[in-house]
Nanobody
Framework: QVQLVESGGGLVQTGGSLRLSCVASGSIRSIPSMGWYRQAPGKQRDLVARITFDGLTNYGDSVKGRFTISRDNAKKTVYLEMNSLNPEDTAVYYC?????????????????WGQGTQVTVSS
């Protein structure tokens, strides 16, 4: 019913920047919250940043001041601007959206995940 497609990952040198995008499509009534998580090999999936429909944001401690999350509600798209990247940022980045599908109630929102995009930062 809902698909999330990420783009923008790749290989970058330490100190460089990347911008990730994630577009939601399908039977969507509303998207109360969108965000990014990341998972490095052998580690758990951790929050990078989240943003509500109204633009309230929260960030993981390790990315505060370096990453910026934003969204375009009309395009059902969330972005992650990543600056001052370092090798510790290397991971698969996953888009997440809490979605209310058409025909359901706001209280019945469900989380959806994208397929992930690889970000590799070389030293």
């Amino acid at each position: 019913q809902v698909q999330l497609v990420e783009s923008g990952g790749g290989l970058v040198q330490t100190g460089g920047s990347l911008r990730l995008s994630c577009v939601a499509s399908g039977s969507i009534r509303s998207i109360p919250s969108m965000g990014w998580y990341r998972q490095a090999p052998g580690k758990q999936r951790d929050l990078v940043a989240r943003i509500t429909f109204d633009g309230l944001t929260n960030y993981g401690d390790s990315v505060k001041g370096r990453f910026t999350i934003s969204r375009d509600n009309a395009k059902k798209t969330v972005y992650l601007e990543m600056n001052s990247l370092n090798p510790e940022d290397t991971a698969v980045y996953y888009c997440n959206a809490v979605v209310v599908v058409i025909g359901s109630r706001a209280a019945d929102s469900l989380p959806y995940w994208g397929q992930g995009t690889q970000v590799t930062v070389s030293s």
